[in-house]
């Protein structure tokens, strides 16, 4: 479901998961709501540096709900050192088989 959802609609999974691909330029995205989940797949930041910044990192901070969790496989020191500047608690995971040596998982605290 997650490749073949429409772009910029929410899609009901289940009763407890909504879907919402946001396609546009994501560094200037206003979001209008909070989320509990984001699954971060930009490209590596030596390709794509203008996703992997500080104060995009502190944007999707404030959009999340307290307890959320944004995940990536990018696993490099800097991007960890930027959620955590951002507010989240990183953990370094153990990617899936055959893929990604390490993920990043990063949880905004509740409060």
Request: a neutral charge.
């Amino acid at each position: 479901a997650l490749h073949t959802a429409p772009w910029n609609q929410e899609v009901k999974i289940s009763p407890y998961f909504t879907l919402h691909k946001i396609e546009g330029d994501f560094t200037h995205f206003a979001f209008s709501e909070c989320y509990d989940v984001i699954y971060f797949d930009a490209f590596a930041p030596e390709k794509q540096p203008e996703m992997w910044s500080l104060p995009l990192f502190d944007n999707l901070y404030r959009q999340m709900n307290p307890g959320g969790i944004l995940t990536t496989y990018c696993a490099k020191g800097v991007v960890r050192r930027m959620l955590q500047a951002a507010g989240f608690t990183v953990e370094r995971l153990p990617g899936p088989p055959g893929g990604k040596r390490e993920i990043l998982r990063a949880t905004k605290e509740r409060t």
